[in-house]
């Protein structure tokens, strides 16, 4: 089976969303013509089961589906990196194994949450799932499980089959460090969508993200910006897009951006519970500030769904 190198998994890359319908339950269909829409915006590649995957208030066997499905959508024409992240070391191998088994080109993981893993913990935790599989393995790096040292992060790079690091964190500093420590093949992700031109000027290889499933065009265009070294351009975008980002974070921002998703017309149905549905009021104020960053822009936001409006 042919695999994407790591080192040729770069650019726009959305954590995708999964797809569930009015009951809750993962819907391949809707994941399937996610994956064609995007594939259609010109991303690089794709991140599932992650955090804006909602992974983990999935099942283990809905996840492996909801990874088979993606995988066949995808047919090897872009990278595929399954998150196979659990607080559990057999659990996420039992996913890494399975990952690699369905033809992902890459596994990653937050290091274990909940129970305060000290720094042996967490290396043994990456060592161990990384040691079970022959695709690598890209590190998360993310505050909601704890930001990990840079000196942990070194060490745990340090295992054979550790190729990267998805950084979610404003320490660009820190990042652009680890870049320049662990050389240009091992690939740093920046994670976070309103810094993504701060992240590629530091040094970033791609960009992993959540609004990328909303804005797939917005950070091709300034991925592709910042590749010709005109980080200027690419800023002036940002600033538009990180508007809007910074708008619906106030409230559970999957739920909106899945209604927005739908709006354009690709049907990503709803969230898990405990996320809550948008009210209609909390939409009405979503679409009138849209327009209104519309009208401020004088109808070019680099925003597709937005310039449509």
């Given at each position: 089976?042919?695999?994407?190198?790591?080192?040729?998994?770069?650019?726009?890359?959305?954590?995708?969303?999964?797809?569930?319908?009015?009951?809750?339950?993962?819907?391949?269909?809707?994941?399937?013509?996610?994956?064609?829409?995007?594939?259609?915006?010109?991303?690089?590649?794709?991140?599932?089961?992650?955090?804006?995957?909602?992974?983990?208030?999935?099942?283990?066997?809905?996840?492996?589906?909801?990874?088979?499905?993606?995988?066949?959508?995808?047919?090897?024409?872009?990278?595929?990196?399954?998150?196979?992240?659990?607080?559990?070391?057999?659990?996420?191998?039992?996913?890494?194994?399975?990952?690699?088994?369905?033809?992902?080109?890459?596994?990653?993981?937050?290091?274990?949450?909940?129970?305060?893993?000290?720094?042996?913990?967490?290396?043994?935790?990456?060592?161990?799932?990384?040691?079970?599989?022959?695709?690598?393995?890209?590190?998360?790096?993310?505050?909601?499980?704890?930001?990990?040292?840079?000196?942990?992060?070194?060490?745990?790079a340090s295992v054979e089959n550790v190729k990267g690091l998805k950084y979610t964190g404003r320490e660009h500093d820190d990042m652009c460090a680890l870049k320049q420590e662990l050389g240009p093949d091992f690939l740093i992700y920046s994670g976070c969508d309103e810094m993504a031109t701060q992240g590629l000027l530091a040094g970033a290889d791609g960009l992993i993200g959540s609004t990328y499933n909303l804005m797939p065009d917005t950070f091709v265009e300034i991925y592709n910006l910042a590749m010709k070294g005109d980080y200027v351009a690419a800023f002036e975008i940002q600033k538009i897009a990180t508007k809007l980002i910074h708008y619906i974070v106030q409230w559970d921002f999957f739920p909106i951006m899945k209604n927005l998703i739908t709006d354009t017309g690709v049907d990503c149905g709803i969230s898990r519970r405990p996320f809550a549905a948008p009210t209609k009021e909390i939409m009405d104020k979503v679409y009138q500030f849209c327009k209104d960053l519309k009208k401020e822009h004088h109808g070019k936001t680099h925003i597709a769904f937005i310039d449509r409006m």
């Open positions: 089976m042919n695999r994407f190198d790591i080192t040729a998994i770069r650019g726009v890359i959305p954590a995708m969303v999964t797809t569930f319908d009015k009951n809750e339950e993962v819907d391949l269909q809707r994941a399937r013509a996610l994956v064609r829409y995007l594939l259609e915006s010109g991303v690089h590649g794709l991140y599932i089961t992650g955090s804006t995957g909602e992974g983990f208030l999935m099942t283990a066997q809905e996840r492996k589906a909801y990874t088979e499905t993606v995988i066949d959508e995808v047919n090897h024409r872009i990278p595929v990196i399954v998150h196979v992240g659990d607080i559990g070391t057999k659990k996420s191998i039992d996913l890494a194994k399975h990952a690699e088994e369905a033809g992902a080109d890459a596994i990653s993981s937050v290091p274990p949450f909940y129970f305060k893993f000290n720094g042996d913990d967490v290396f043994n935790y990456y060592k161990d799932i990384a040691e079970s599989v022959s695709i690598p393995m890209v590190v998360y790096n993310i505050s909601l499980a704890g930001l990990m040292s840079n000196s942990l992060i070194k060490r745990i």
